[in-house]
């Protein structure tokens, strides 16, 4: 079964790649190497474009993950895909994958200020959110000060990775009550800003705290007897 490489992974600073169309049809194309990030983890997927070398140009609207290790760069509708064996230039829209890098990293930093159990999130190329299983009173100023003082501190920003077995010896690690960590590769990838947070996570992150910028927590509402939804946003 194909698997597509993940370049995102190993450098989420790549904006694009040469790739080969290994799969092909109606629900979008599959590439052998690919910089688009799939829709996951509360993040959303890539956009961009496919650019052959006579000039063709197709539209990416999402990317997804299929079966076995795929990821799917889903087509503008009614675009007739590239024909398999053709070599693309895989461009992700940068501006907003940056946005998206920065929020998610955002978030983890909202979550080592807020050490509770999280059971969900969604990050935007503006804002993002939360779920915490906690009745406690959330102060959106305090929070808002002690997560900018976090950026403000540079922290460097980097992925391990860790076995399977090693994940089991440190349940700690899994901040996340609704999903738990893929098992099955052999392999974690843990995101960790030292001496601040450290969990499974396969998203896009920046490199150092610093380049997210200035963030406000916007609202703290509560969504459930033991449920704060928590949502910030950059300033300005």
Not at 23 to 38: H, I, N, Q, R
Not at 90 to 111: F, K, N, S, V, Y
Not at 186 to 206: S, Y
């Given at each position: 079964?194909?698997?597509?490489?993940?370049?995102?992974?190993?450098?989420?600073?790549?904006?694009?790649?040469?790739a080969?169309?290994?799969?092909?049809g109606e629900?979008?194309?599959?590439?052998?190497?690919?910089v688009f990030?799939?829709?996951?983890?509360?993040?959303?997927?890539d956009?961009?474009a496919l650019?052959?070398?006579?000039g063709?140009?197709w539209?990416?609207?999402d990317?997804?993950k299929?079966?076995?290790?795929r990821?799917?760069?889903?087509?503008?509708a009614g675009?007739?895909?590239?024909?398999i064996?053709?070599?693309v230039?895989?461009?992700?829209?940068?501006?907003?994958?940056?946005?998206h890098?920065?929020?998610?990293?955002c978030?983890?930093?909202?979550g080592?200020?807020?050490?509770?159990?999280?059971t969900?999130g969604q990050?935007?190329?503006?804002k993002?959110?939360?779920?915490?299983?906690?009745?406690?009173e959330?102060?959106?100023?305090?929070?808002?000060?002690?997560?900018?003082a976090?950026?403000?501190?540079?922290?460097g920003?980097?992925?391990i990775?860790i076995?399977?077995?090693?994940?089991?010896?440190?349940?700690?690690l899994v901040?996340?009550?609704?999903?738990?960590?893929?098992r099955g590769a052999g392999?974690?990838?843990?995101?960790?800003?030292?001496?601040?947070?450290?969990?499974?996570c396969?998203?896009?992150h920046?490199?150092?705290t610093g380049?997210i910028g200035?963030v406000?927590?916007t609202?703290?509402?509560?969504k459930g007897?033991?449920?704060?939804?928590?949502?910030v946003?950059?300033?300005?």
């Amino acid at each position: 079964m194909t698997v597509t490489e993940p370049l995102f992974q190993q450098d989420a600073y790549r904006r694009s790649c040469i790739a080969t169309v290994i799969e092909a049809g109606e629900g979008g194309v599959v590439l052998d190497v690919t910089v688009f990030y799939p829709l996951g983890g509360g993040q959303p997927g890539d956009t961009g474009a496919l650019r052959a070398e006579d000039g063709r140009e197709w539209r990416v609207t999402d990317a997804r993950k299929g079966e076995g290790g795929r990821i799917l760069h889903v087509l503008e509708a009614g675009a007739a895909p590239p024909e398999i064996g053709c070599k693309v230039d895989a461009a992700i829209d940068w501006e907003r994958r940056h946005a998206h890098m920065r929020m998610h990293t955002c978030l983890h930093l909202l979550g080592s200020v807020l050490r509770y159990g999280v059971t969900g999130g969604q990050i935007a190329a503006d804002k993002g959110r939360l779920d915490f299983d906690t009745q406690d009173e959330i102060d959106k100023d305090a929070v808002t000060s002690a997560v900018n003082a976090l950026v403000a501190a540079n922290h460097g920003v980097s992925s391990i990775w860790i076995t399977d077995e090693e994940l089991d010896r440190q349940p700690e690690l899994v901040r996340t009550l609704s999903v738990q960590p893929p098992r099955g590769a052999g392999r974690i990838r843990l995101l960790e800003i030292p001496g601040v947070d450290l969990q499974p996570c396969g998203g896009t992150h920046v490199a150092a705290t610093g380049e997210i910028g200035p963030v406000v927590v916007t609202k703290v509402e509560n969504k459930g007897k033991r449920n704060k939804r928590v949502y910030v946003a950059f300033a300005g």
